[in-house]
């Protein structure tokens, strides 16, 4: 295109001089006039129109030539910011949470309900219990933050939407003929869809619980970090008070103690989220929940679909608590189904095993595979 525009800026001087002087009505170029004839008049008026429009199309061509040098990196830019980071986290952060996400969130929670022991047994004996421990499940976050802010905790009950979804979903799975939706939705690529969705509302509850609590008390971080961890994880925190409800009774279970994935996840999530609500961390909030939801969503479908109860912060906890809460940290991953740390008390693992019973090494595996559900 660069060798293009002398070309057609050249040839219009040639146009003009090779036109006949004499007349306006002169024929085509290096033709002289001739006398008008009937007609004449005409045609020459015809063939000095012809020449207009030619010299027209000549100079839409030059121009062409000139900016189209400049189009394709114009639509580069145009796609790129398209593209933008900030534009698709923007977008996604305007994405609603209700019917879909929420949909799946209550689907994920009620399933690890089913896993616990006894919980099917439960739902034929006293089906009120059983569908107050779904409640929990689904809505256990709300309460706790509610709690928290001193406000009533019966107040999220009167969304009649949320509660009714979340009631027929628990119908459905503990009550559906020959436990067909359970099949469908426990199926392991089904199942990843929904554990990334709840993924979603987990970080979008954290932003919003850390929003809410920044509004009544503007310089209180510890507040602010305690709702949003609560409303990421507020399920597991109140596990022993759902055991209560299924008549159960196991407080060394307590999560405080034996914190999952996602209960540190959302632990960490609430600091973060709370440096950028005091203006600290130097992102928007939509970046910070698009790019903190990837990683939530990455960990957790790896994690279920490798059948893994581990947590990617063990790696670094490995190194960093040891040095500043001392040595004894490592001995704490029992319930991590790695038994003892690489390189560090294996001695001591290992004497300890036989003094354990098969009954309580049976209980433990079950705690691994439902208590890390959330």
């Known amino acids: 295109?660069?060798?293009t525009e002398p070309l057609f800026v050249s040839v219009e001087p040639v146009l003009t001089s090779l036109q006949p002087r004499t007349s306006l009505g002169s024929g085509m170029l290096g033709v002289p006039h001739r006398p008008s004839s009937p007609g004449g008049a005409g045609r020459g008026r015809c063939l000095a129109v012809g020449r207009v429009q030619w010299r027209e199309s000549i100079r839409r061509a030059a121009?062409?030539?000139?900016h189209g040098a400049?189009?394709?990196?114009s639509i580069a830019m145009d796609l790129m910011s398209a593209l933008s980071l900030g534009e698709l986290?923007?977008?996604f952060s305007r994405v609603p949470l209700f019917p879909v996400f929420d949909l799946s969130y209550f689907i994920v929670s009620i399933i690890y309900l089913k896993y616990e022991p006894g919980a099917v047994e439960l739902s034929r004996r006293h089906p009120v219990a059983s569908w107050l421990c779904a409640m929990l499940h689904c809505f256990g976050s709300y309460i706790l933050a509610d709690l928290l802010l001193g406000e009533p905790i019966i107040d999220y009950f009167s969304n009649s939407s949320s509660i009714l979804l979340a009631s027929g979903v628990w119908y459905?799975?503990?009550f559906c003929p020959l436990d067909l939706f359970y099949k469908c939705v426990c199926f392991l690529p089904v199942k990843l869809i929904f554990v990334a969705m709840k993924e979603v509302v987990r970080v979008r509850k954290i932003a919003v619980g850390i929003h809410h609590a920044?509004?009544?008390y503007h310089h209180g971080w510890f507040i602010m970090i305690a709702t949003g961890w609560v409303k990421g994880s507020g399920v597991a925190l109140l596990s022993n008070l759902e055991q209560l409800l299924r008549g159960v009774w196991k407080p060394e279970t307590n999560e405080i103690l034996h914190m999952s994935f996602p209960t540190k996840a959302?632990?960490?999530?609430?600091v973060l989220f709370t440096l950028q609500q005091t203006r600290w961390l130097p992102v928007s909030k939509a970046s910070l929940i698009f790019v903190f939801t990837m990683f939530m969503v990455s960990c957790k479908v790896f994690l279920t679909a490798t059948h893994s109860h581990s947590s990617p912060f063990d790696v670094l906890e490995g190194y960093i608590c040891p040095v500043l809460f001392g040595a004894a940290w490592g001995g704490d991953h029992h319930h991590d189904n790695h038994g003892a740390p690489h390189g560090m008390g294996l001695g001591t693992q290992?004497?300890?095993l036989p003094a354990k019973a098969k009954e309580e090494l049976g209980e433990g595996s079950r705690k691994k595979k439902t208590k890390k559900a959330d």
């Open 1 to 3: 295109m660069q060798g």
């Open 63 to 66: 121009g062409r030539g000139t």
């Open 70 to 73: 400049g189009e394709a990196p």
């Open 89 to 91: 986290a923007l977008s």
């Open 172 to 174: 459905l799975i503990f």
């Open 214 to 216: 920044h509004h009544h």
């Open 266 to 270: 959302s632990l960490y999530g609430a």
């Open 350 to 352: 290992h004497s300890g």
